[in-house]
């Protein structure tokens, strides 16, 4: 049967019950007449040792709440007793205290006791060999049997209980650090997702309520601008639902696409630039594209960023400039250059932005340990991302 709550381990009714079960055990040893142990010639009450024996019984009942205290009323109680003749109740339950003080009492207070009970040990063996020869050598064993075995046992479940405590904090510290990482990785791809929905999602409908704006606000457009309106629109639209479907089959888990069970990669790179320059050019900005040094294959990551910029950047001089814009792709031997320079339309009749594109860029170039600058120069915008390409060193 589980013993009730109030005698749980650590509980002030479990030193009251070992007070009382070690007084209960005392007074048994007391009925039987076991004291005095040393017979000192003078004649000395039975009843003297009660006391003793209670002063120790409570510096059991004290052990937890008050490890120093306890330690002083049984060492009190130890030496009456000692001096009345010694009861052995009183000095068997001052080995109980003895461990309880290291146990629960302070790191010094345990090393103090085992500073006194080896010296006590020295000396009892030292006075008993000086006064009663060989036989008086006892006298330092039965101080060691009842001061420093208590003691070293006490000091060995201590440590225990110290390194215990210690792998249980450390568990607890490794286990905090784990959330931490676990929500660190949460916050980055919930942000990677952000930029992704971002550059997939936004750019592509902005060319569509760029044009679905211009022929609604536009009057006296003949059918051949508004079909070439409408195919931007619909080309804008498809390649949109193209890019989410890869994402979303990135996304998925292996084995519920309903296919092979591989999904699909994004297959945007910056290889393929010209597709995107053709479609924003079929929007209604004029792009002039130069390219410096030798096209080579790229690291992924660079691949898929310095492709993502380029179609923001693109977007946003579709959005805010003034029809035309200058794209310059720069392969150097450490690194990819992009820049894009367009005129800014005055007046502020663009459509409205949130501004996360250019949080978007910010952070893919930093993820990669890049450069980038975006801002007025010359009297234009100016969008310059500098990604390494880990070659060169």
Known sequence: MRPPPWLDSGTLGRDLVLAGASLAGGLVLYALGWQPQVRTGADVPSALFLPPLLAVCVAVGLRRVAPRASLAVGTGALVVDTVLGSSLGTVLIYTQVLYDACVYGPPRLWRWLLRIIVALSLIGVVVGLLGYGRRGAALGVLVVLVGLLPVLTGIS???????????????????RLVELDRRQAVSAERARMARELHDVVANHLSAVAIHATAV??????????????????????????????????VL????????SGTPEVVTARLAEADGLVERVRAAGLAVRVRTDGTPGALPVGVDLAAYR?????????????????????????????????????????????????????????????????????????????????????
């Open 157 to 175: 479940v201590r440590q225990y209980r110290d390194q215990a405590a210690a792998e249980r904090a450390r568990a607890e510290q490794t286990a």
């Open 216 to 249: 609604l606000s536009v009057a006296g457009l003949d059918r051949g601008q508004v079909e070439s309106a409408l195919r931007v629109i619909r080309e804008s639209s498809v390649q949109g639902l193209a890019e989410m479907r890869q994402m979303i089959e």
């Open 252 to 259: 998925r888990e292996p084995g519920t696409s309903g296919g």
């Open 309 to 393: 910029i380029v179609q923001e950047s693109l977007t946003n001089a579709l959005k805010h400039g003034t029809g035309e814009a200058e794209l310059t792709i720069a392969y150097r031997p450490a690194e990819v250059v992009l820049t894009l320079e367009n005129p800014v339309r005055r007046g502020g009749t663009g459509l409205p932005g949130a501004g996360a594109g250019l949080i978007g860029m910010r952070e893919r170039a930093t993820l990669l340990s890049g450069r980038f600058t975006a801002g007025p120069h010359d009297g234009r915008w100016q969008v310059r991302a500098a990604l390494p390409t880990g070659e060169g060193g």
